[in-house]
């Protein structure tokens, strides 16, 4: 059986969510709490996952730590083939997975909160300079996975510089640039199908969760085009949509509930 280490909320582990559900892959959930708790920076878990994030998919011979590699491993084990396995699609398909992935969804994320909560900048600064200070501090501690705990702590610094040295309502503008360009450089779907055609895809994975992150940012208005607005409207009556629990609004309950049963999860190497 497969193991799936995610966080409910996270947008990444909704893609691979997404992905397992639509290929009717099985696996056992195994939740972290990356928020409160950060199980993610525990020596256990960047023995499974040395980038020290969610999603990671492991299994008898298997460990991915990534959202594309789940998505592209869901793709070639599903029950039913994908448009993915036309090898005349796969180059078009590709190339709008790898759009998807040029997005930075936390900038967009948090763009949107502080345009909108400027107070809450203080705050945010604080908490990525204390996690940065905490990846060095165990950086000190450790030489096994140095490197990993470095390249962290400049990621967090890189981000802290985007969310701080430039007004949120600018980098809110440039995201919604960027997320329009790529909704509209995608293909027009079938009128009862998806994006490549009668069968799913690898875009309409990746590209169905973007959609739910732009509702939960009371950014869908994005979304411009009515066939794509449409095809929106389909894959959310899917029953893989439901099972992958896909939040297209934050769920004060269920994040809790989360980070309660995340506190159980045994994480083993």
């Known amino acids: 059986m497969l193991e799936l280490f995610h966080a409910a909320p996270s947008y990444y582990s909704m ?3 997404l992905a397992l559900a639509e290929a009717q892959i099985p696996y056992t959930s195994r939740l972290l709490d990356i928020h409160l708790a950060k199980q993610q920076f525990s020596s256990a ?4 996952n040395p980038h020290m994030t969610v999603p990671t998919l492991r299994g008898p011979g298997l460990l991915l730590s990534d959202s594309a590699d789940i998505v592209r491993y869901a793709a070639e084990h599903a029950a039913t083939p994908w448009a993915d396995a036309d090898p005349q699609l796969q180059g078009s398909i ?7 992935y040029s997005i930075s969804i936390e900038t967009l994320t948090f763009s949107k909160l502080l345009a909108s909560k400027p107070w809450l900048q203080p705050l945010i600064t604080k908490v990525l300079s204390g996690l940065v200070q905490k990846l060095e501090r165990q950086q000190g501690r450790t030489a096994a996975d140095s490197e990993a705990l470095h390249a962290k702590a400049q990621q967090n610094r890189e981000r802290l510089a985007t969310l701080t040295g430039t007004p949120a309502a600018q980098t809110l503008g440039a995201m919604r640039a960027q997320v329009i360009t790529y909704l509209n450089s995608l293909p027009a779907p079938q009128p009862s199908g998806w994006l490549f055609g009668e069968c ?3 875009a309409d994975v990746t590209g169905a969760v973007l959609c739910a992150r732009l509702a939960m940012a009371g950014e869908l ?5 009515p066939d794509l607005q449409q095809w929106w409207q389909r894959i959310q009556r ?19 509930a989360a980070v309660l049963q995340a506190r159980h999860t045994p994480i083993t190497a």
């Open 15 to 17: 893609v691979a969510r």
């Open 45 to 48: 878990y960047r023995t499974l």
């Open 94 to 100: 590709q190339a709008a997975v790898d759009g998807h």
């Open 200 to 202: 799913i895809s690898r």
């Open 221 to 225: 208005e994005l979304l411009q085009r």
């Open 238 to 256: 899917r029953p893989a949509f439901v099972a992958a629990d896909i939040w297209t609004r934050f769920q004060r309950r269920a994040f809790v």
